[in-house]
Nanobody, 115 residues
């Protein structure tokens, strides 16, 4: 069973920064891709960023250059550094781990960008 502990969400002003962290347990962390999805009210869940087991990364066009994903296999941890936040970044951010048919999602943490 995959379990997640997500932290770091909250309220930020436009142009501000937040850092999300996700500790995942269950299975061998280092062999799986890890990532973050987000879901805003009335919108489909979308991939924000992922980091593969080998360390390569993928970003949504909307966040490339502003967000940075990283992983620490020794701590079973994936982080998302979010800079230059915009109101349209407001969403529930869900940690994701690969494996199985579609992977696994955490419960999510709310990120609100507002002045």
């Amino acid at each position: 069973q995959v379990q997640f502990v997500e932290s770091g969400g909250g309220l930020a002003q436009p142009g501000g920064s937040l850092r999300l962290s996700c500790a995942a347990s269950g299975g061998i962390f280092s062999i799986y891709a890890m990532g973050w999805y987000r879901q805003a009210p009335g919108k489909q869940r979308e991939l924000v960023a992922l980091v593969r087991s080998g360390g390569s990364t993928k970003y949504a066009d909307s966040v490339r250059g502003r967000f940075t994903i990283s992983r620490d296999n020794a701590k079973n941890l994936v982080t998302l550094q979010m800079n230059s936040l915009k109101p349209e970044d407001t969403a529930v951010y869900l940690c994701w781990r690969g494996g199985g048919s579609e992977g696994y999602w955490g419960q999510g943490t709310q990120v609100t960008v507002s002045s």
